[in-house]
């Protein structure tokens, strides 16, 4: 059922009523928070976001990795070469299965672990926040995601 509680026609410049753009700009500026944080390590955003998965768990299908990222392959497959050029992990056959590719922690990407412990007081510190706040906005933004997604599947 359409909402009926969103602003007015009259409410402000288009652009600062729209969700959307909040959501996109409020990424933007959090990839901008993690820049600095990231340069020292080499490391892209999108990079540090690989890493976080596997350090979660580690030996996980491309496919996996794709659906716990919201990254198609096209995307991805890019992102892997080159951090196993950069030496944080390695891409193989599953035994059990050859159309399956694995990816796996190197001792320097497991290593990378340590030296970004911090990036998430950063956050908070930037966005002036207690642990509680963070975890509800987060617990929210989440359930946005979902119901979207859940909004876009029914439509195709």
Do not use: N
């Not at 908070?124 to 906005?137: G, N």
């Amino acid at each position: 059922m359409p909402r009926t509680d969103l602003p007015a026609a009259d409410a402000g410049p288009l652009l600062d009523r729209q969700l959307c753009f909040a959501l996109y700009s409020a990424s933007l500026a959090t990839t901008r928070l993690y820049k600095p944080l990231l340069e020292p390590l080499g490391l892209t955003y999108p990079q540090y976001l690989v890493l976080m998965v596997l350090w979660q768990r580690d030996g996980q299908g491309v496919g996996e990795l794709g659906e716990r990222l919201f990254l198609d392959s096209g995307t991805l497959t890019p992102l892997l070469k080159r951090m196993e050029a950069s030496g944080w992990l390695r891409r193989a056959r599953s035994a059990d299965d050859e159309r399956r590719v694995v990816v796996s922690l190197t001792p320097e990407g497991r290593a990378l672990r340590r030296r970004a412990l911090e990036f998430p007081k950063h956050l908070a510190a930037a966005m002036d926040c207690s642990r509680d706040e963070l975890a509800a906005l987060t617990a929210q933004l989440q359930q946005l995601r979902d119901q979207i997604l859940a909004s876009v599947r029914d439509v195709h």
